[in-house]
């Protein structure tokens, strides 16, 4: 029990020797001690006696016998024991006395009859404090200390009041040291518990119940009394009655358990976000919000409870916390209709499961996701829609999931995707064989890399650029040419490292192969010939620089079966089509036939009117803006603190306005107002849901240890700093978010905003002001390209004239974001419709270069100016809330008439459950999500991958199934996006060059993140390495595709190199150029970001191929764990 | 007690003296997980492979992966008494070993080097060659070899395994077959004078049992080499494999979680160890 070496004693090891020398030379001889207290006593009683003395006396008296008993107390704690050996040591003389003349117990009593003051009462805790603390000898096993020592914490403490705030911290102190004797001296419970059982009745054990009311305590004050809680719990883990009184007469489950309740509901209803890509909680997230710091203290404990507590505490702990804390808190907040709040209470929860421990807590946890329901929903269902929704609320959830794929629990794979295999009515009746077949010689791998687009294979680079890429590709693999072709390298990937670890050390390791000319030789050739060009570790560096990476994608893949398969040995059954049996099984849910929860988190639109359709486009263009609006200044690079380490200047952008020459006042002044307004919205947001919430709870006298105070303000200093960049990076959700307040919290704030906009969009697209219309007509009003002349002529600086190739490569280079339409296709539109009418864009947009060419012949540069952009920035929320608006009313429509698809295929067909369906969706419209979307899914796809059950493996990865002819196969959504990605590469000619940017800039980016923080996720802190291994940091995430030190190291050198000379930035400035043309800046931004989002996208795609022929590659080779001992009875 | 192998160092040092025997019951725990010792192929091979694959350069991986799940299945097979392990380099090379515990060849250890096509699954059946050519009806008297050919005549992928051709090596001293023999003097023994062809094999045990110490005859890394019991250096590589690699012992507190009863596919449907109240 490793916090019990955490607990440190005051006293800096005084009484550590106790045991091992008890013999110890004291400072003075034990007789003359004696002496000495005998006399002081001898003073004290003389006023002990003579209380019914004047009333005149009664400083003096008090004066004296604080003295005296000072130094009794003093000496009675250096007293050692008089001999005896180590396990029953012989009583001192001054204890003996102690004991024989009930002499504490006089002196309390006389204390109390006088009428304690709180000074005197300190006074006394602090003399105890001292004297158990210090004291050499087990003092609490006599009555005669520890009974006085109860009558005093009596009288200190009103049972329903509590104890004065002035006595807290000796209190909860004299406590802690009182349970640490206990620890020690298991005795001392017992005897504290009888002790008690004659004196107070039902609520005997006092010291624990004083201790309660400060579990949620922050500050050390909290940590002494948790800590002293734990030990408390821990003595009493094999005894049965104290454990059975703690449940049944003390409120210290019910307390845990609400006061989680309460502090839940302090937290803040909103997480301000660094950057687009911010996707889960991490420690350093955290650690400076002092309402989670709380709450995950209080978690913590709770954990510990579970794990140090009898049985009886515990399950009585995990009821409570089922359904005080998780049913009543959690559900609710899970199910907020704010994007804002499902947004915090999904990241959340991902936290909280990924800091918890201890398997019957995680149990509790599960049960409830899984089992537990809300609105006719289990939390699970709800979970699993939001991934279908957008941007950030997706990659939550994404990231959640992630989370729960890691845990390896039977339970809730079955409920999330086995309990649709079983039947197994997804592949052919003839196919139900090859359910257990293994891909043994590679024909699904090659199936998997036959996928990757022809485009997306590495052609050479300009040398300009090939020089950056061979020095890091070179270093970090070794390129063909630095090493010597001698001996056959071991070239498994788990060789690799070995490999690697050769090269840096300069020697050869390998044996001169003598054995060669010994061997018998082979049939075919001999086996040790040199170095064959075949070598897969010399090929792939030589046919392409950015291919190095299959190795190391072997080697993961090989190191998550392995650890999936280890965490699953103890599963019920290994699901592999015969058992369970297909037959025996009972039907899986059908597929819903129009979700309402999905629905609401739906941000699309309709595909059926053109126009609105392009608006959406254009929205896509503003939200994309806007948030990419941040990546175009300057850059600060740090490092220590965040995990993305390229944040933007956010300070530089807002000073943009006053270099342009028009329209640049009344944008300024639209653009405070307008941030001012979201603040209020945000701030309103906090503090009426933070109400609202504390209805749950009963325990009244828990407020005062919450800290109400809350964070709005530590949120707001955060949104201070990088105000623009949170509310821009937010992007689509947060304009929705605000939009849920408006309708139910902060009506007249929000409508105000909306006023002040007005002004500023008509400016700029000439429609009409009455509100509503102008928000109706705006979609349709603002795409096509005359409507926006007039931004587009705002003259800027007069740099050289810039092709749109430059542009885009520019825009390129920019950190990706998520379109509004990005999802649009899991809700129901076709992708082919979307397609068509982003080629029409692009069409149009093709025609401006023509122009633009013409245009840059006449010399007339133009560059679109920044003010689109901030004014783009702060029409957004108007924008959002207006397409939010429209997809409630709509989403009732597509509810019952609309054609578009559901979360599954109609009932009577195989249906391989909601959440293969959703991620398969989500991996369709892959070149519609942002980069972070496709990062966080691709790894959720991976882990899934990692599961060794047959059913499930053979479903992603046996390329060779047949499936029914409903059901659609991985694979064949991989090559839906195959020909996504080359139709598209087939449109662009200056595609491989994005291509080669985009590949660099994630490394690098990764890079960053990885040195940046190694340490991803809060631990507890009994198991951090059990927590590190399930952690799925932002930079872990990125890295998946990249994770060797070494090439960390240089790439990140590599990265801030680039950042550094600011004209070569990775991330140059927006639009710095090449608007010249007549294209309006909007559509330009829409085709921008597609662009963007598609070549990401091909990066990431042709590394999930590989990703997904390794998996297949090392299921062939791995072997199952036989069941841990015991596990089965 | 060749398990964690890549682990430790570099693979010249610690493998050049690979002393350590396959005793213990089993090999399997120790080398599956860590150190399936699976070498790069020589390869002309891989054109073959890449003829039909999609990336020329992926064709090795095909190849090695095809072995190590070969290999895989070997294990998963738990063949008695016999015990492979491929070539540190090349996969197309495994050194083996078969113990024969009763009938005629009782308490042979026949040491065994199986060599497989560079064209794998695709060419021709493995072929098995004994390191002391054993007095069998289908063993070369001089090369060693054994007629794997027959009993695998055309080598069909997806029905064909390498375990297979272990398995009839190990068959084929535990039921003679006299047909077509590549020994034409032990078939006639055999059939003439049963006597002295038991008498010759027990020669022909003792000979290879008495070359078991000897240096492999194939100096590489990963070759099977005995010797005799040391416990300095045995008794902890004996230990090791009757213990879960450390790794795994830690290994994350939360793993194998389930609640599901066996049988059932509810969750949670497992009950509560009932508490003592």
Known sequence: ?1129 | GISDGEEQGGPGEQRSSPTHPPFGKKQLPSIPKNAVPITKAASPASSTESANGTHASYGPFYLEYSLLAEFTLVIKQRLPGIYVQPSYRSTLMWFGVIFIRHGLYQDGVFKFTVYIPDNFPDGDCPRVIFDTPVFHPLVDSVSGELDVRRAFTKWRRNHNHIWQVLMYARTIFYKINTMDPLNPEAVVLYDKDFQLFKSKVVDSVKLCNSHLFDQPKIDDPFAISFSPWNPAVHEEAKDKMFRWPEDYNKGPLVSGLSWVKPGSTQPFSKEDIPLQT
Not at chain 1, 486 to 505: D, E, G, K, N
Not at chain 1, 576 to 590: A, I, K, L, R, T
Not at chain 1, 1076 to 1101: D, P, T
């Open chain 1, 1 to 1129: 029990m490793s916090w019990l070496s955490r607990l440190n004693p005051r006293g800096p090891g005084t009484r550590t020797g106790r045991h091992a020398a008890p013999t110890s030379p004291c400072t003075a001889d034990p007789e003359t001690c004696l002496m000495v207290f005998e006399n002081h006593w001898r003073q004290v009683s003389r006023v002990l006696k003579q209380r019914e003395s004047s009333v005149g006396g009664y400083a003096d008296d008090l004066t004296a016998v604080r003295n005296h008993t000072d130094q009794m107390l003093c000496l009675l704690a250096e007293e050692r024991p008089a001999g005896g050996d180590i396990d029953s040591p012989a009583v001192g003389p001054i204890l003996k006395m102690v004991v024989a003349e009930n002499i504490l117990d006089e002196l309390v009593q006389w204390h109390v009859r006088r009428g304690l003051d709180p000074d005197s009462q300190l006074e006394l805790l602090k003399l105890f404090e001292m004297l158990i603390g210090q004291s050499h000898q087990p003092l609490l096993l006599h009555s005669a200390v520890l009974q006085p020592l109860l009558n005093l914490l009596g009288a200190c403490v009103d049972p329903q009041l509590g104890s004065p705030p002035a006595l807290e911290s000796s209190l909860v102190l004299l406590l802690n040291q009182v349970c640490v004797c206990m620890a020690k001296e298991t005795a001392v419970l017992e005897l504290i518990f009888r002790c008690g059982l004659v004196q107070q009745g039902p609520t005997n054990l006092l010291i624990f119940s004083l201790l309660v009311p400060f579990i949620h305590r922050d500050g050390s004050l909290g940590q002494q009394a948790r800590d002293a809680l734990l030990l408390v719990m821990a003595t009493s883990a094999s005894n049965h009655s104290v454990a059975r009184h703690i449940a049944e007469n003390s409120y210290f489950c019910p307390v845990l358990a609400t006061g989680l309740s309460a502090l839940y509901s302090s937290l803040p209803r909103k997480i301000e976000v660094r950057g687009d890509d911010w996707h889960a909680l991490r420690r350093e997230d955290w650690m400076a919000v002092s309402s989670l710091v709380l709450f995950m203290n209080s978690l913590e404990f709770c954990n510990a409870v579970v794990q140090v507590a009898h049985p009886l505490v515990r399950c009585q702990l995990l009821d409570y916390l089922h359904n005080g804390f998780l049913v009543p808190v959690m559900g609710p907040a899970l199910h907020k209709s704010s994007v804002d709040e499902m947004i915090a209470s999904t990241a959340y929860l991902d936290l909280f499961l990924r800091s918890i421990t201890e398997t019957s807590l995680l149990k509790t946890f599960l049960r409830f996701i899984l089992l537990h329901r809300h609105d006719n929903d289990t939390i699970l269902d709800t979970l699993l829609t939001r991934i279908s929704s957008n941007s950030r609320l997706c990659m939550v959830s994404l990231s959640l999931f992630k989370t729960l794929l890691s845990l390896n629990c039977e339970d809730l794979m079955l409920q999330l995707v086995l309990r649709y295999l079983l039947p197994c009515t997804h592949v052919m009746l003839s196919q139900r064989r090859a359910v257990r077949e293994t891909d043994l010689y590679g024909k699904s791998a090659d199936k998997f890399l036959s996928l990757i687009p022809e485009c997306c294979r590495i052609t050479p680079a300009p040398s300009s650029e090939r020089d950056d890429e061979l020095a890091f590709w070179g270093k970090v693999l070794g390129s063909p040419t630095s090493e010597s072709p001698v001996h056959p390298r071991p070239s498994t990937p788990s060789r690799l490292a070995l490999f690697i670890r050769q090269q840096s050390s300069g020697g050869q390791a390998i044996p001169p192969s003598s054995g060669s000319e010994n061997a018998p030789s082979s049939p075919r050739g001999s086996v040790s010939s040199p170095l064959s060009p075949d070598s897969p570790v010399h090929q792939l560096p030589d046919t392409s620089e950015g291919e190095t990476g299959y190795l190391e994608y072997l080697r993961d893949a090989r190191k998550g079966i392995e650890l999936c398969s280890w965490a699953c040995r103890d599963w019920s059954a290994p699901y592999d089509g015969e058992n369970p049996s297909p037959n025996s099984v009972p039907p899986p849910p059908p597929p819903p036939t129009s979700h309402p929860s999905l629905n609401m988190v739906q941000e699309h639109f309709s595909i059926m009117d053109r126009p609105q359709q392009r608006g959406a486009v254009v929205a896509a263009a503003r939200a994309e803006w806007s948030s990419s609006d941040r990546d175009s200044g300057e850059w600060d690079v740090t490092i220590s603190k965040n995990c993305i380490s390229l944040t933007p200047r956010s300070k530089k952008r807002s000073l943009l306005p006053s270099s342009i020459p028009l329209q640049s006042s009344s944008s300024a002044s639209v653009s405070t107002e307008m941030t001012s307004a979201v603040e209020t919205v945000s701030q309103h947001s906090h503090s009426a849901p933070h109400t609202a919430l504390y209805n749950g709870m009963g325990q009244v006298e828990l407020t005062d240890s919450v800290d109400e105070k809350m964070e709005v303000k530590k949120v707001k200093r955060d949104s201070d700093v990088n105000n623009r960049m949170v509310e821009s990076g937010m992007n689509g959700s947060m304009g929705i978010g605000s939009v849920d307040y408006n309708d139910f919290h902060v009506g007249s704030t929000m409508k105000s905003s909306q006023v002040q906009v007005k002004p500023h969009l008509q400016h700029q697209t000439s429609v009409p002001t009455s509100t509503q219309e102008c928000l109706e007509s705006e979609s349709q009003r603002l795409s096509p390209v005359p409507a926006l002349t007039e931004t587009s002529t705002v003259p800027c600086d007069s740099r050289g004239p810039e092709s749109v190739e430059r542009l885009i490569e520019e825009l390129l280079e920019r950190a990706p974001s998520e379109p509004l339409t990005g999802d649009s296709k899991c809700q129901g539109i076709s992708i082919e419709a979307f397609h068509q009418e982003l080629r029409e864009l692009e069409e149009r947009v093709r025609e401006r270069r023509v122009l633009s060419r013409s245009s840059e012949e006449s010399s007339r540069e133009y560059r679109t100016a920044p003010t689109p952009s901030l004014t783009d920035e702060d029409c957004l929320p108007v924008e959002t809330e207006q397409h939010s608006s429209e997809t409630k009313t709509e989403s009732y429509a597509t509810g019952v008439f609309s054609p578009a698809r559901p979360l599954g295929p109609p009932l009577a067909q195989p249906y391989t459950g909601p959440f293969i369906t959703v991620l398969f969706s989500k991996l369709e419209s892959m070149m519609q999500n942002s980069l972070y979307v496709n990062i966080l899914l691709t790894g959720v796809v991976f882990q899934l991958a990692c599961y060794p059950q047959p059913l499930l493996r053979s479903f992603l990865l046996n390329t060779n199934m047949v499936f029914q002819p409903s059901v659609k196969s991985l694979i064949q959504v991989l090559g839906s996006v195959k020909n996504r990605i080359e139709a598209f590469a087939a449109t662009h000619e200056d595609f491989p060059a994005m291509l080669r940017k985009a590949r660099r800039f994630l490394v690098a980016r990764g890079k960053l993140d990885w040195s940046d923080s190694p340490m991803g996720v809060p631990t507890l802190r009994r198991s951090d390495s059990l927590i590190k291994s399930r952690k799925p940091s932002l930079g872990d995430l990125i890295l998946r595709h990249t994770n060797s030190p070494t090439r960390a190291r240089h790439a990140a050198q590599l990265a801030l190199a680039h950042v550094r000379d600011g004209g070569q930035s990775l991330h140059s400035a927006l639009f710095r150029g090449g608007a010249a043309s007549g294209a309006s800046g909007l559509e330009k931004q829409a085709e921008a970001l597609r662009v963007k989002n598609a070549v990401y996208c091909a990066v990431i795609f042709s590394e999930f191929l590989k990703e997904l022929a390794a998996l297949a590659q090392e299921h062939s080779v791995a072997l199952p764990f036989p069941p841990s001992q015991g596990a089965e009875e």
